[in-house]
């Protein structure tokens, strides 16, 4: 059973950073895209990034491209997201995500809260 | 455009038919996916590809796409489908996921 369980997050202060992780189980996790999903509280889902394999090839939304970093540890079956330069806007449930195929997210973690907040 | 649009709530009667849209420029190339959420839970797939159901999806889902128009209907619809539904699909330059603003469905 595929089984994805967020960590790391918190109330941080606008400008703070945190690193968001991601235990992986139940599949083979190197030989998987890995994403970040996040939503807002009481908005919609928005996709944040995603890595491939072996941690090579990475894409960003545009949001926050030079703020944010997704890596992996592969032979820790852990996904991470360095998030940084933190605004009240970044404030949401972060969810570790992976395809069922092609890009349709078919696993889900249960979600990690982000509160940015002075 | 790297936009998907949908509809920010719909309703339908019990037991009767809804059709939830999605519109936008990259779903003339790609498939939307559809999925479903709850209150306080992670969301779930329930449509995919041409008009695929992940294991355990009930047959009432079903998917259809018309030029930069993808389609979620539920045939019978029941009271457990109210819920938020948002589509996906991908950019046009391939890279990066896109998830529309979502639909909140109530059921009469």
């Known amino acids: 059973e595929v089984q994805l369980v967020e960590s790391g997050g918190r109330l941080v202060q606008p400008g703070g950073s945190l690193r968001l992780s991601c235990a992986a189980s139940?599949?083979?996790?190197?030989?998987?895209?890995m994403h970040w999903v996040r939503q807002a509280p009481g908005k919609g889902l928005v996709w944040v990034s995603r890595?491939?394999?072996?941690?090579?090839?990475?894409f960003y939304a545009d949001s926050v491209k030079g703020r944010f970093t997704i890596s992996r540890d592969n032979a820790k079956n852990t996904l991470y997201l360095q998030v940084s330069s933190l605004r009240a806007e970044d404030t949401a449930v972060y969810y570790c995500?992976?395809?069922?195929?092609?890009?349709?997210?078919?696993?889900w973690g249960q979600g990690t809260l982000v509160t940015v907040s002075s | 455009s790297s936009e998907l649009t949908q509809d920010p709530a719909v309703s339908v009667a019990l037991g009767q038919t809804v059709r939830i849209t999605c519109q936008g420029d990259s779903l003339r190339s790609y498939y939307a996916g559809w999925y479903q959420q709850k209150p306080g839970q992670a969301p779930v797939l329930v449509i995919y590809g041409e008009n695929n159901r992940p294991s355990g999806i009930p047959d009432r889902f079903s998917g259809s796409t018309s030029g930069h128009t993808a389609s979620l209907t539920i045939t019978g619809a029941q009271a457990e489908d109210e819920a938020d539904y948002y589509c996906?699909?991908?950019?046009?330059?391939?890279?990066?996921?896109?998830f529309g603003g979502g639909t909140k469905l109530t059921v009469l």
């Open positions: 890595i491939n394999g072996d941690g090579s090839s990475t």
């Open positions: 996906n699909s991908r950019d046009n330059n391939g890279n990066h996921l896109l």
């Open positions: 995500a992976r395809v069922l195929t092609g890009y349709y997210v078919g696993y």
């Open positions: 139940g599949f083979t996790f190197s030989s998987n895209w």
